[in-house]
């Protein structure tokens, strides 16, 4: 059922509008993650969401009941900020609260929601420590509790990670979410880590220029990026248009005869030594993209080895599981199915072999 | 190490000369010209007789400072939340523009501007007449105490709202708005989430301001009607018709005291924000 519904919305900051034609539904106790690189209006979105900046065209609907003309204070949304905008002359439990107090619930009934809270957030013993006092991770846990308090209808989060060091990120990254599992909150969460998407989100939006580029599973975003772009976004990292007039180069599938951009991810690359070549080669019928070029460089990533191989003008990254010395020859071997295949003018029109 | 101290000596040394000559001597020749009489000696004659004479206009200067105080702090945390915190973006534009101001003209322009426009036949009750809402017999004079401190409180409130708005603006809006979608009004907001946390420059904005009201001649001088007045209208009287330094000077203790009170809140709170003391 779809809880959130975002129509042909356009908004910006006074005359300069950022968000252009934004279509997206949000189903009951959904995370969707709006991923894409800075500047794109990930955070503008959120902004027109919650009522802090006016719509210039379209219309938000909750629960089928229009919110785009209500101020921020009566929509329900509430929002994780990225900074946790924690009031410092509060205590934690005055914090989490707040919300409560405002909607003007019973004392009784605000301890005891406030308490619970704390709890589901590990919180517990810390209602009279100044916020001032906390740790990252906590104060993080606090921005949450907060938020959640006044059991908003659909809860945003703004790169809420992103002031975290990176051992803390991976365990509050799961504890969030376990805890919309567990509430069953519907949210909508805004970050530019591709990874932190993939985990997390039961869907992704990516965005690219205030537009929706693709919306989909994670699953469906990384192996099957509609565009170009969003082929790049999540890391495929190798870029080449064909045809390339290189002998290095062979490409195995039946394509039309345009010009066309292609990409992989380094992963999905599989190295041979070109003495050893043949017989493997055969063995996949060889099917894909063959590159044959000399090592350039190699750089231990723990738990493989960044090759990076020249062929011509172009150098290609590949994993590999062991350090190869430089000069040494390989040939590189792509699957079909590995390969994201674009038109080189158009960069949209999904030309994909998978 | 000891040949850098000297060197680090002789960098401040002409601005401590400065304020030397030109700021502690005075200041501490004026608070002894208080408590000595002329051959030498140390009196209170002076204290006595300031308080004897003045004691109402010391009154009557605490109460300007206090009410005229009270106003600007009301009205500039009103200018300042509006600008900080209302969706009409062009209007907040204009008034960020028009409350400073009053920053750029001195004291004694205002005063004159003020008794030309509060006078029984100024500015002001020529505009009522006009406008049909009083007639020539009901028109009242605002020079007095009154026009003191509309004179104060318009000049004052441009400093003051540009300190208060200052520290609303430091905030971060993320707080604020974090306010507004848990359900808070903006009136909340101000009440609840902002003034807990500038109390501190407010207080730094009102006793500079009282610290600039005490010191000010021209407005009591030209606004006021007599008596009673201002301390600072009394020290110049004895100084220019008695030419008597001891009484005037002891009135400027007096001041000295009041200010030295709020001015130790003042440093105490900057020492506090810069984290010396807890």
Known sequence: MTHLHIKDLQAGYGKKLILNNINLEVRQGEMIALLGPSGCGKTTLLNALCGFIPLSHGEILSDKRVISQLPAEQRNITMVFQSYALWPHMTVEQNVAYGLKVKKVKRADIETRVAELLNVVKLAGLEAEKVTA???????????????????????????????????????????????????????????????????ADRIAVLNKGQIEQIGTPEEIYHHPSTAFVADFMGADNHIVWPIQDPGFSLNINLPPDDLSIYFRSENVSISLQATINNELNQQQNEGLIINGTVEQSVFFGNSYRISVRSGKHIIQAEHYKHLPGKTPVTLHILPEALHIYAADVKSSVLEKN | MRQMQSHNLWLVAPAALMVGIFFLYPLCFSLYSAVTLDGGGFTLTHLYKAFDLYSKDMLFTIFIVFVSVSILASLSVTIAALITLSPFRSLVGLLAFLYRLPLFIPFIVTAQMMRT???????????????????????????????????????????????????????????????????????????????????ASIGIAMVLSTVTIMSVLSVPLMIGTGT???????????????????????????????????????????????????
């Open chain 1, 134 to 200: 906390l740790s990252g991770g906590q104060r993080q846990r606090v921005a949450l509790a907060r938020a959640l308090a006044i059991r908003p209808d659909v809860l945003v989060l703004d790169e809420p990670l992103s002031n975290l060091d990176a051992k803390v990120r991976l365990s509050v990254r799961h504890e969030i979410k376990a805890l919309q599992k567990k509430l069953g909150f519907t949210s909508l969460i805004v970050t530019h880590d591709q990874e932190e998407a993939l985990v997390m």
């Open chain 2, 117 to 199: 426009f509060l006078a029984k036949n100024g500015l002001m009750n020529n505009a009522f007449i006009e406008s049909g809402l009083l007639t020539p017999m009901e028109t009242i004079s605002f020079l007095g105490w009154g026009g003191i401190i509309i004179t104060f409180v318009w000049k004052q409130m441009a400093f003051s709202t540009l300190l208060i708005s200052g520290a609303m603006a430091a905030l971060d809006d993320s707080q604020i708005q974090a306010a507004r979608n848990l359900g808070a009004s903006r009136f909340r907001v101000l009440v609840q989430i902002i003034l807990p946390q500038i109390t």
């Open chain 2, 228 to 278: 009673p007045t201002m301390m600072t209208a009394d020290m110049a009287f004895r100084v220019n018709s008695y030419g008597d330094y001891h009484v005037a000077n002891a009135l400027g203790l007096v001041s000295y005291c009041i200010c030295g009170g709020l001015a130790y809140f003042y440093l105490r709170q900057n020492l506090k924000d810069k984290g010396a003391i807890s």
